[in-house]
T-cell receptor, first 114, second 116 residues
Framework: DSGVTQTPKHLITATGQRVTLRCSPRSGDLSVYWYQQSLDQGLQFLIQYYNGEERAKGNILERFSAQQFPDLHSELNLSSLELGDSALYFC?????????????FGPGTRLTVT | AQSVSQHNHHVILSEAASLELGCNYSYGGTVNLFWYVQYPGQHLQLLLKYFSGDPLVKGIKGFEAEFIKSKFSFNLRKPSVQWSDTAEYFCAVNAYGSGNTGKLIFGQGTTLQVKP
């Protein structure tokens, strides 16, 4: 157990819908990362937050957004869902936002868009 | 742009065989290097990491990796695999100078199947 929690574990929804994925980092970690794992794209970095502020952006679609709240949990919002958004979404946390710090991964949320 | 390449997509070995998984990255500056393992149905777990110092790093479960800067490589090795090593293995890079963020760039992954 990494100490990072994600809910829900599984999510099945229809095209065009909107969903919210939630992540709670390890106790004391201020930085949260979101990654998407799909069969065709592999594991890709989406976005990073540090202490409530966006820190870095990767290959995140405009239909996707995220935020980190004062209690440090983070939510990833996916809207106008398409079949191709079906993937495993991982959250990771670290104590520091910069290079050289280990990230701890959560169990992931498996999203299926039908 | 930074990228990570894992040469072997699917490896099948018998128990007690030796393992070497290749990983190359493209980035001219300083990097931190990682190997993660994902057992079936589970989350990513860190096997080992290289930040600086001795280029031969030892991780959990008998795994080790060698950083060869001149070859931009960080290959994972294990002298004798077990059935329980069946999993997917990911090489990842965190590059200095890319906005001082810890974001990881992952390779495509290698599926290891160990036959009992």
């Amino acid at each position: 157990d990494s100490g990072v929690t994600q809910t829900p574990k599984h999510l099945i929804t229809a095209t065009g819908q909107r969903v919210t994925l939630r992540c709670s980092p390890r106790s004391g970690d201020l930085s949260v990362y979101w990654y998407q794992q799909s069969l065709d794209q592999g594991l890709q970095f989406l976005i990073q937050y540090y202490n409530g502020e966006e820190r870095a952006k990767g290959n995140i679609l405009e239909r996707f957004s995220a935020q980190q709240f004062p209690d440090l949990h983070s939510e990833l919002n996916l809207s106008s869902l398409e079949l191709g958004d079906s993937a495993l979404y991982f959250c990771a946390s670290s104590s520091h936002p910069g290079t050289g710090y280990e990230q701890y991964f959560g169990p992931g949320t498996r999203l299926t868009v039908t | 742009a930074q990228s990570v390449s894992q040469h072997n997509h699917h490896v099948i070995l018998s128990e007690a065989a030796s393992l070497e998984l290749g990983c190359n990255y493209s980035y001219g500056g300083t990097v931190n290097l990682f190997w993660y393992v994902q057992y079936p149905g589970q989350h990513l777990q860190l096997l080992l990491k290289y930040f600086s110092g001795d280029p031969l790093v030892k991780g959990i479960k008998g795994f080790e990796a060698e950083f060869i800067k001149s070859k931009f490589s960080f290959n994972l090795r294990k002298p004798s695999v077990q059935w329980s090593d069946t999993a997917e293995y990911f090489c990842a890079v965190n590059a200095y100078g890319s906005g001082n963020t810890g974001k990881l760039i992952f390779g495509q992954g290698t599926t290891l199947q160990v036959k009992p």
